[in-house]
């Protein structure tokens, strides 16, 4: 039952899943892992993660998924229309209410950097494996998110607003790893429409505007951005994390 769940999750990942990103969802899931990890061998029982698991031993990722399956699971539910989620299976919190997925990556990030410095028995192995694995994981959801908000976001956005121009885009690395995702490149897109510079404002107040733009799938696109860049904050912080001696 844990296999099929782990394998029902995983293909409800490639399907469109609200605030959430088809792309992300399998790197996030080890983002939550590897928080786990570190926050159960410093803190036991009385850790963040994973609450309902036992206290004995670390569970495998299996184990871990198929837990806050049901918390997962709601993000290819009503997530796409409430934009928060149930996390009592996934996490420990004082407060009952419901959480955006901003908040949660924000708060696994938190529960990392909170664990530095243990001296608990394991601690020091656990923290030089898993805080690169988290950071990686990590980036590479910030690398799915930005490249899906630009081909389903931003793309189309831009396209149904000048028909018949394509933007276009480039590969940039997230920070200094060696994933990367695709961004828009408003140079290449505006030598492919005449290097006009009343057009490079037209662009520009195009994209500005969309701030303040409440139609659907405009906020869709700003809901993630937020997401995005608080990933991006997430991982310059972490960046300055040393590794425990």
């Known amino acids: 039952m844990k ?3 782990l394998l029902l999750f995983i293909f409800l990942s490639i399907l469109d899943l609200g605030q959430t990103s088809k792309l992300a969802a399998p790197s996030e899931m080890l983002v939550m ?3 786990y990890v570190l926050d159960f061998v410093k803190n036991g029982a009385t850790r963040t993660l994973g609450p309902g698991l036992g206290n004995e031993a670390l569970v495998d990722f299996g184990t871990f998924v198929s837990h806050v399956y ?3 699971s709601q993000i290819s539910g ?3 229309d409430e934009h928060n989620y149930d996390t009592s299976a996934l996490l420990r919190s004082e407060e009952d209410s419901p959480k955006t997925h901003k908040v949660i990556l924000k708060q696994l990030s938190d529960v990392v950097k909170s664990t530095r410095g243990s001296t608990e028995p394991g601690f020091s192995d656990a923290w030089k494996v898993h805080l690169p694995e988290f950071k990686r994981a990590l ?3 910030q690398g799915a998110r930005l490249s899906e ?3 389903v976001g931003l793309k189309p956005l831009f396209e149904n607003e000048y028909k018949g121009t394509t933007l276009m885009s480039s590969p940039f690395p997230v920070l200094d790893t060696d994933v990367s995702y695709d961004r828009a490149n408003w140079g290449l897109t505006l030598k492919a429409n005449g290097n006009d510079v009343s057009t490079a404002q037209k662009y520009k ?9 409440k139609k659907p799938d405009v906020r869709s696109y700003l809901s993630h951005q937020k997401i995005t860049t608080t990933i991006a904050r997430s991982l310059t912080e972490l960046d300055s994390l040393d590794s425990c001696d």
């Not at 107040?205 to 733009?213: F, H, P, R, S």
């Open 3 to 5: 296999a099929f769940k």
């Open 33 to 35: 892992y590897n928080t």
């Open 70 to 72: 049901d918390t997962l």
């Open 78 to 80: 009503f997530l796409k």
């Open 139 to 141: 980036a590479g959801t």
């Open 149 to 151: 908000m630009f081909s």
């Open 205 to 213: 107040t195009w994209y500005v505007g969309l701030q303040q733009n």
